[in-house]
Nanobody, 124 residues
């Protein structure tokens, strides 16, 4: 069974930075793309960023492009999300997820394992 555990969330002022981590259990971490999603109160879960198995391919939602960076360390079974220039509208619970493929698609339906989420709150 695959387990994903996020960490690094918290309260930050607008313009600040946070780095989220997602530690995965199991031996097959490096065989799958990984993604980050977020869900704000009263809104649907949305795609944030994704990365391929080797880290050579990444994709971002338009709302975070240029501010967030996804990366992974396959030796540590960990995926990261560096978030800079944070805005109040980035406030949400952030989830990491494991794709069913080598790439990291943006569709939620393509992910079959999810973490419990970590809260990110950006004050104005």
């Amino acid at each position: 069974q695959v387990q994903l555990v996020e960490s690094g969330g918290g309260l930050v002022q607008a313009g600040g930075s946070l780095r989220l981590s997602c530690a995965a259990s199991g031996r097959t971490f490096s065989n799958y793309g990984m993604g980050w999603f977020r869900q704000a109160p009263g809104k649907e879960r949305e795609f944030v960023a994704a990365i391929s198995v080797g880290g050579g391919w990444t994709t971002y939602s338009d709302s975070v492009k240029g501010r967030f960076t996804i990366s992974r360390d396959n030796t540590k079974n960990t995926v990261f999300l560096q978030m800079n220039s944070l805005k109040p509208e980035d406030t949400a619970v952030y989830y990491c997820a494991r794709s069913q493929h080598a790439l990291g698609p943006s569709a939620i339906s393509e992910y079959n394992y999810w973490g419990q989420g970590t809260q990110v709150t950006v004050s104005s």
